[in-house]
């Protein structure tokens, strides 16, 4: 059973940064994928940013230029930096494990407030 747990989330005042982290209970190195996603209140849970086994990076339009996913192979910790932050970057932010064995975790989430 993979573990995943997120921490850094928090208020900011927009414009903001904050660096959210996922600290992983298994090798992510072995991991297909590690991610980001987030929920706001009434809306779906959408892809924020995803890093593949061999590193690839991509994001989702809203978030390009302003947020960078990153890992510590290491540490077995995943990264995520927000700068300049909106209020509509609002919501709960998970953090997402594809498996060697394809197998999909989840950790529990990290709420982010953006106040104008």
């Known amino acids: 059973q993979v573990q995943l747990v997120e921490s850094g989330g928090g208020e900011v005042q927009a414009g903001g940064s904050l660096r959210l982290s996922c600290a992983a209970s298994i090798s992510i190195f072995s991991a297909n994928a590690m991610a980001w996603y987030r929920q706001a209140p009434g809306k779906q849970r959408e892809l924020v940013a995803r890093i593949t086994k061999s590193g690839n990076t991509n994001y989702a339009d809203s978030v390009k230029g302003r947020f960078t996913i990153s890992r510590d192979i290491a540490d077995n910790t995943l990264y995520l930096q927000m700068n300049s932050l909106k209020p509509e970057d609002t919501a709960v932010y998970y953090c997402?494990?594809?498996?060697?064995?394809?197998?999909?975790?989840w950790g529990q989430g990290t709420q982010v407030t953006v106040s104008s």
């Open positions: 997402n494990c594809v498996a060697r064995d394809y197998r999909e975790y």
